[in-house]
């Protein structure tokens, strides 16, 4: 089955506890990103990944590492999480960059930080 | 650069009577138009796009979206809602540009709550 996952789905951490979120596609996507959804605010990218290598901050990049040494993973890492990273990340995949290519969206990791 | 305004956050409405959900999007440059849905405790799922040629857009069932350029809108429309079409609603816009990369720019979000 074609699909986006994520790991954990839930986490629940203390202020300055480096964590790392997983993402991982089994559909040989070249485009990868992460975005947070806050209510009221919709989701709002944080990075994104136009191929192995090669990674560009979004609109909300402070705070958020990431990697892509892979083709399939694209990992989220928070060095020093905040509570204001409390919040629900979805990871994305597209066979390319441009909207003209669907996004299909991995289920989410709920994370706290207090 | 794109925004998107979702004029409603929440809508109640009770079943079988129709719902109208508004978008309005600004952007410098052209855009795609898409509607995402979000179930309880799910990711988000595409529910219909537009992207180029008729500018009403159909989804399996029973959604419709209308692109009206000239007053950059987008709004999404079931003539006949079901107590399953309870879930949040986001309207997004993207780039025609690879340039762009694929970021989405979503709006906030509608929640539906559908009532028997």
């Known amino acids: 089955e074609a699909q986006v996952t994520q790991n954990p789905r839930y986490l629940i951490t203390v202020t300055g506890k480096k964590l790392t979120v997983t993402c991982s596609q089994n559909?040989?996507?070249?485009?990868m990103s992460w975005y947070r959804q806050d209510p009221g605010l919709g989701l709002r990218q944080i990075y994104y990944?136009?191929?192995?290598?090669?990674?560009d901050k979004g609109d909300v990049p402070e705070g958020y590492k990431v990697s892509r040494k892979e083709k399939r993973n694209f990992p989220l890492i928070l060095e020093s999480p905040s509570p204001n990273q409390t919040s629900l990340y979805f990871c994305a995949s597209s066979l390319g960059a441009g909207g003209v290519y669907e996004q299909y969206f991995g289920p989410g990791t709920r994370l706290t930080v207090t | 650069a794109q925004s998107v305004t979702q004029l409603d956050s929440q809508v109640p409405v009770f079943e079988e009577a129709p719902v109208e959900l508004r978008c309005n999007y600004s952007s410098s440059v052209s855009v795609y138009l898409f509607w995402y849905v979000q179930y309880p405790n799910q990711g988000l799922q595409l529910l219909l796009k537009?992207?180029?040629?008729?500018?009403l857009v159909e989804s399996i069932n029973g959604f419709e979206a209308e692109f009206n350029k000239s007053q950059t809108s987008f709004h999404l429309r079931k003539p006949s809602v079901h107590i399953s079409d309870t879930a949040e609603y986001f309207c997004?816009?993207?780039?025609?540009?690879?340039?762009?990369?694929?970021?989405?720019?979503f709006g906030g979000g509608t929640r539906v709550l559908v009532k028997p």
């Open positions: 990944s136009m191929n192995v290598e090669v990674t």
């Open positions: 997004a816009v993207s780039g025609q540009f690879k340039a762009a990369g694929n970021k989405l720019t």
């Open positions: 537009y992207l180029s040629g008729s500018t």
């Open positions: 559909m040989n996507h070249e485009y």
